[in-house]
């Protein structure tokens, strides 16, 4: 049974970075999308960023696109969020989740996604 792990959060000042980091274990990613949901209190779960495992295609929500970026460690079968430029608003529980194919009208539908990581707490601070 795959799992997913996430680490990396904690609390960052507005304007500083973090990285998050998403380990798969049980087996390896392949054809797979791996994408980066967040929720904050009180609001809906939303997509963050995705990436396509194979050849490293990636996708970002509006919001996060230019301070955040999405990136793989193949020998690690590890996947990367890169958060620079922080806001206050990034404040969440940020989740790594996995998808069987890549689709990019898709890949930012958390429904679409079957395995889910248990999140990690992002605080950032004004």
């Known amino acids: 049974q795959m799992q997913l792990a996430e680490s990396g959060g904690g609390l960052v000042q507005a304007g500083g970075s973090l990285r998050l980091s998403c380990a798969a274990s049980?087996?390896?990613?392949?054809?797979?999308?791996v994408g980066w949901f967040r929720r904050a209190p009180g609001q809906e779960r939303e997509f963050v960023a995705a990436?396509?495992?194979?050849?490293?295609?990636?996708y970002y929500a509006d919001s996060v696109k230019g301070r955040f970026a999405i990136s793989r460690d193949n020998a690690k079968n590890t996947v990367y969020l890169q958060m620079n430029s922080l806001k206050p608003e990034d404040t969440a529980v940020y989740y790594c989740?996995?998808?069987?194919?890549?689709?990019?009208?898709?890949?930012?539908?958390?429904?679409?996604?079957?395995?889910w990581g248990q999140g990690t707490q992002v605080t950032v601070s004004s």
């Open positions: 989740a996995l998808r069987p194919s890549w689709e990019v009208g898709r890949v930012g539908l958390d429904y679409t996604y079957n395995f």
């Open positions: 049980g087996r390896t990613f392949s054809s797979d999308t």
């Open positions: 990436l396509r495992w194979t050849v490293g295609n990636t």
